[in-house]
């Protein structure tokens, strides 16, 4: 409104006026449209060009004041693609102002014309050189402000010289030190600080406060990447940060800040402490920590002024200090101090501050030390979450309810979350479901509030309920046998309800069609009623539901012979077995005639109940082969000349099958192999061609991977026809994989290749020859072939090289594709070391992102001798008596790639009474600690 | 912090800053997604939100919205105070400052900017610092303009 007081155009115009530039922003404000303001530019930069071209050569001030027209047209959001050799011209002006704006056009509209760059690159050699402080600050201004590559070659060996040097102006040192880390951020490889470190790192004592809070920012760029070279800052730090916080608020002067002393450095100050462990020095940890109980003291006076700027810059350094506490990790007193500061401020009457003490608490959450004070806010925690007007402050309070979940509060949580779900914002449903799912998942103590919590959540939320988490509660149901006649009941009870989500329908039909029967006893949900319970859902589903129906009621035909003559009936109406869905129509055609010519027996083989999950084996057609010998099972069997030829590889070439696109089906094998499907395994169309792609044992690529993280022999695959042994061995960053093909079978395979591919990325991660030990594109029945494969490892990597075998075997193709057991740990060395050093590094790989973790359920049994023979596997140094609890494992190694060497730490505590584990790994590259602990995570 | 924008509440754009090299296109996405969202937020509602994997930190003075894009580590509440001196400088440049001023002079608003942050970091944060740093450049014009006269 202010605004709109003013006359169209100010009055006063500072320093020098463009009379002309006044008067073109003013038309284009006057302009009534869109279209009137275009025409208005396209009228100027004719102008502008005409001028530009023109045989009178320009004065200085018109040049100016043209480039500043430009800049503004620029700005409005309009293309400009010429003026920028007269802004250059501007640079060598001698006037300030013309100078300027030729600094600012440059520094806006960057151009990477080559010859252009030479001459700004030119413009701001001279005005480096020229000693006048005024023109040095605006050429470094520009450098800070455009970044390039080509900037950072030119001028980043100069700017750190300007930087220390004894006779460099104040103001120009501030914007030394800042360009120079900008030119670091672009170019790392470019800034050399060398020589120049330490006295860089004593601008932290330059009595400039200007200067030290320019060069601070730089300094903790620096420290992050290079935090050994830079360590002797935090003694300097610490006593900086000491001295202001125990001066009186006027003794700084103008860097006092609405009565706070110097804000902005003692945040960065406590920031760049962030980049380091405790100090060791226990002089300088005393004052350290004394500073930080000082900040958490200044928090309980009263404040010095009621502006909002005070509280602000105060409360800024305390969160700063609260972030640096539990950085550390390590005061207990300082961490629940700290705990209780955010919990006061959990109930401010400021927006602001009880949405930033949601989101530290969730930082404290997961100390050992803060997790139980944490605890303790939870009904105002919940009441943020019910009453926040705020969506963003409402998601911060369910992060933190996430956070600070554990066995002990899990039901009242995992309710509140759901009863929110029934009014939170749709921006963050999807996040709150599957937070949701994760806490019942892990903290289920009986699952039949687990099973409860998910069908409540597909009631409530359905559509957001994704495929992992409705996939994962029928894994569940099928891994427990005490949960299951529950689970059938539950689902039978909430499909009565007349609308119901599709998903719900999904888990129902799952459900019913293993465990039905457990429930079929009570005549109010006999086993016709269930069918037409499901029935009448059947025509309200999409295409991938009604497919999963129709694998439900074939199911049903097995568990009830009695409703097998209304399903036939069923399956037999034109609405399916003509469908105009291919894959509807082929299971109805499938499963019809499935129930009509199989033996009870064999359809109770086929339909049997799912197996376990985690156990890949196929138990249908394994068994089949036994009986009847191999190569007797063909689709011809149960099918009749529907395919041709005896198929016995689920991956072998299929005509016109589906088993290249993804089906809707994919859903049910995607089951079975455990979502998420890797792209690799062969996706088949139907439930029955997915059975028959279990007749030779074909585990899932990843399965191997699994198999092979802690040994380098054994038999990678095995079917009917083909057995592949392997043994591997390792040093340094090579590895050499000898693999061996057997035929067990008396016929020779022909025109036998394999093809080893690193996809993607992984192309420039690994790097492998292999070769031949036998030219022969033939393997005689019963003989094996060796193939040695060399690997070099180039640097960390997380995917695995692909084997693709293709071969005849009795005019049929077989074609199978595994992952290669090569993983980032098989290029580990073995670190021995004592336990002060091993908490050292410990302490040193602290970055967060350097730090992996995961907690999960134990597979196997918890047997400290198979722990350690594992971890022994895996390729680090175990480590005796290093740990305070014997009952933990910590481990060491270096893993050795061609481009670095990567020192990792691990360490794994088993909690016997709850059959869980908690695995930490830290290294010094992030994407290794977290392949590592995704890599260990599924061996115990 | 990666950048700084200035609109107005009917959405103009008044004034742009970035610190992370970003193509044009991309600059204007940005833009047109943050001023919408901003914009759409109520008054009393939290200056904070989380975009991207950034943290937005905004603030509303009279016609202006100023907003900042910080990165994860960044400390929220000191950006607003960030806001608030660049506020306080123009204001006492200008001579209580409204919309109008950085519209008709956009080059000095910028020119005061680079003073007070350079590549997204605080330079100098004390006002009077950074004030004497832009009159000198003001004189500096004025004597050489009374000299060329």
Redesign the interface.
């Known amino acids: 409104?202010?605004?709109?007081k003013?006359a169209?155009?100010?009055a006063?115009?500072?320093?020098?006026g463009m009379r002309g530039l006044?008067v073109f922003?003013?038309d284009i404000?006057n302009c009534k449209s869109k279209e009137a303001e275009i025409k208005r530019i396209n009228k100027e930069l004719a102008n502008i060009r005409s001028k530009f071209k023109g045989d009178k050569a320009l004065d200085g001030y018109s040049k100016k004041k043209y480039v500043?027209k430009l800049?503004?047209i620029f700005?409005l959001?309009h293309?400009i693609d010429f003026g920028h050799m007269e802004a250059v011209n501007l640079l060598s002006s001698?006037?300030?102002?013309e100078k300027?704006?030729g600094y600012?056009f440059i520094s806006?509209l960057v151009n990477s014309n080559s010859e252009l760059i030479r001459l700004i690159n030119n413009a701001i050699k001279n005005d480096l050189s020229s000693r006048n402080p005024?023109f040095m600050?605006l050429a470094?201004?520009c450098i800070?402000?455009v970044?390039?590559r080509e900037m950072a070659e030119a001028f980043a060996g100069e700017i750190p010289r300007i930087l220390v040097a004894g006779d460099t102006m104040d103001?120009v040192k501030?914007?030394a030190a800042?360009?120079l880390?900008?030119l670091y951020?672009?170019s790392p490889d470019l800034v050399l600080m060398g020589e120049w470190t330490s006295r860089v790192v004593h601008l932290l004592n330059d009595q400039h406060?200007?200067v030290v809070?320019?060069a601070i920012?730089l300094i903790t760029c620096l420290s992050q990447k290079n935090p050994d070279e830079f360590k002797t800052c935090v003694s300097l730090a610490v006593s900086r940060l000491s001295r202001i916080v125990s001066s009186a608020s006027t003794d700084l002067q103008?860097?006092t800040?609405y009565f706070v002393p110097?804000?902005?450095?003692s945040?960065?100050l406590l920031?760049l402490l962030?980049c380091y462990p405790p100090p060791e020095d226990g002089a300088v940890k005393g004052r350290l920590v004394e500073c930080l109980e000082t900040i958490l003291n200044k928090a309980q006076e009263p404040p010095k002024s009621k502006k909002v700027?005070h509280s602000?810059?105060k409360?800024?350094i305390l969160?700063?200090a609260i972030?640096l506490i539990i950085h550390y990790d390590s005061e207990p007193n300082l961490l629940v101090r700290a705990c209780n500061q955010l919990g006061q401020f959990l109930q401010h009457r400021e927006?602001?501050l009880?949405?930033?003490a949601l989101e530290s608490m969730c930082t404290l959450a997961s100390s050992e030390f803060s997790h139980e004070a944490v605890k303790t806010h939870i009904e105002t925690v919940i009441n943020a979450l019910k009453t926040e007007?705020?969506v963003?402050?409402r998601?911060r309070a369910a992060d933190l309810l996430y956070a600070m979940c554990d066995r002990s509060n899990a039901k009242q949580i995992v309710a509140e979350m759901l009863s929110y779900l029934e009014t939170a914002d749709y921006s963050i449903r999807e996040e709150m479901v599957l937070k949701v799912a994760i806490l019942a998942e892990k903290y289920a103590v009986d699952y039949s509030w687990y099973v409860d919590t998910i069908l409540n959540l597909i009631r409530i939320a359905g559509d957001y309920v994704s495929e992992e988490v409705w996939y994962r509660v029928i894994q569940i149901v099928i891994n427990r046998d005490d949960v299951q006649g529950y689970a059938a009941k539950t689902v039978f009870e909430a499909l009565q309800a007349p609308a119901c989500h599709e998903n719900m329908v999904k888990v129902g039909g799952y459900i019913l069609g293993e465990f039905g029967n457990l429930i079929a006893g009570d005549p109010r949900s006999s086993p016709l009623v269930q069918f037409n319970l499901l029935h009448s859902k059947f025509h309200l589903c999409s295409v991938p539901t009604r497919a999963l129906l129709l694998s439900a009621y074939i199911k049903f035909i097995n568990l009830f012979p009695e409703t097998k003559s209304t399903i036939q009936e069923v399956l037999r109406s034109d609405s399916q077995i003509r469908n105009s869905d291919v894959e509807l129509q082929q299971r109805a055609v499938e499963y019809l005639k499935l129930s009509s010519i199989a033996s009870t027996d064999v359809l109770a083989t086929v339909l049997e109940e799912m197996p376990p999950f985690p156990e890949r084996e196929s138990s249908i057609l394994a068994k089949l082969k036994k009986k009847k010998g191999p190569g007797a099972v063909s689709v011809n069997e149960l099918e009749e000349g529907k395919r041709e030829g005896g198929e016995l590889n689920g991956g072998g070439e299929r005509g016109g099958d589906s088993s290249s696109t993804p089906s809707p089906s994919a859903d049910l094998l995607g089951l079975r192999a455990g979502p998420p499907v890797t792209a690799a395994a062969p996706s088949a169309g139907s439930l029955l061609v997915d059975v028959f792609s279990e007749a030779v044992k074909q585990p899932s690529p990843t399965a191997f991977l699994r198999l092979f993280v802690c040994k380098n022999n054994g038999v990678l695959f095995e079917n009917q026809l083909l057995q592949i042994g392997i043994k591997s061995e390792y040093r340094q960053n090579l590895g050499r994989m000898y693999l061996f093909y057997g035929n067990k079978t008396s016929v020779q395979f022909v025109t036998f290749t394999t093809t080893v591919t690193c996809p993607g990325e992984l192309q420039s991660h690994i790097l492998h020859i292999h070769t031949w030990n036998s030219l022969e594109p033939l393997i005689e029945g019963g003989a094996q072939v060796q193939q040695v494969i060399n690997i070099e490892c180039l640097t960390d990597f997380s995917d695995a090289p692909l084997l693709n075998i293709k071969f005849r075997y009795g005019g049929a193709l077989q074609n199978l594709t595994l992952k290669l057991p090569v993983t980032i740990n098989k290029f580990f060395q073995p670190t021995e070391m004592a336990s002060h050093d091993f908490f050292q590094r410990w302490k040193q790989l602290s970055l967060p992102q350097q730090e992996a973790q995961k907690i999960f359920k134990a597979n196997h049994a918890m047997d400290t001798e198979v722990l350690k023979a594992k971890l022994l596997g895996l390729g680090m140094a175990l480590l005796e008596n290093v740990d305070p609890n014997p009952e933990n494992f910590v481990c060491a190694g270096v893993i050795q790639t061609k481009a670095q060497q990567v020192g990792s730490l691990l360490r794994l505590e088993p909690n016997a009474q709850a059959q869980m584990y908690r695995l930490t790994v830290r290294s010094s590259k992030d994407t290794v600690s977290k392949r590592l602990c995704e890599l260990l995570a599924e061996q115990f | 912090m990666q950048f700084m924008l200035l609109f107005s509440r009917q959405g103009k754009l008044r004034l742009q800053k970035w610190y992370v090299p970003l193509s044009d296109k991309e600059k204007k996405k940005i833009t047109r997604e943050l001023v919408q969202t901003v914009l759409a937020r109520k008054p009393k509602m939290c200056s904070f939100l989380e975009w991207r994997d950034l943290k937005i930190v905004y603030k509303r003075y009279a016609s202006l919205y100023f907003c900042c894009a910080i990165e994860d580590q960044d400390n929220e509440l000191i950006t607003l105070e960030i806001i608030h001196r660049y506020v306080e400088l123009l204001d006492k440049y200008f001579g209580s400052v409204c919309e109008l001023d950085i519209i008709f002079n956009f080059e000095k608003a910028y020119f005061i900017l680079d003073e007070f942050l350079l590549g997204g970091e605080a330079q100098e944060t004390s006002k009077k610092n950074v004030l004497k740093a832009i009159e000198q450049a003001d004189l500096l014009q004025e004597v050489r303009a009374l000299a060329t006269a």
Not at chain 1, 12 to 16: C, I, M, P, Q, T
Not at chain 1, 262 to 265: E, I, K
Request: net charge positive; proline share 2%; glycine share 4%.
């Open positions: 409104e202010e605004a709109e003013r169209n155009m100010p006063v115009s500072k320093g020098d006044a922003i003013s404000r500043c800049l503004f700005l959001g293309d001698n006037k300030y102002t300027q704006i600012l806006v005024t600050c470094l201004h800070a402000n970044g390039s103001s501030q914007s800042l360009c880390l900008r951020k672009t406060m200007g809070t320019a920012s103008d860097y800040y110097a804000p902005w450095l945040c960065k920031r962030q700027q602000n810059a409360n800024a969160f700063e972030s927006t602001n009880r949405y930033l007007r705020d963003s402050v998601q």
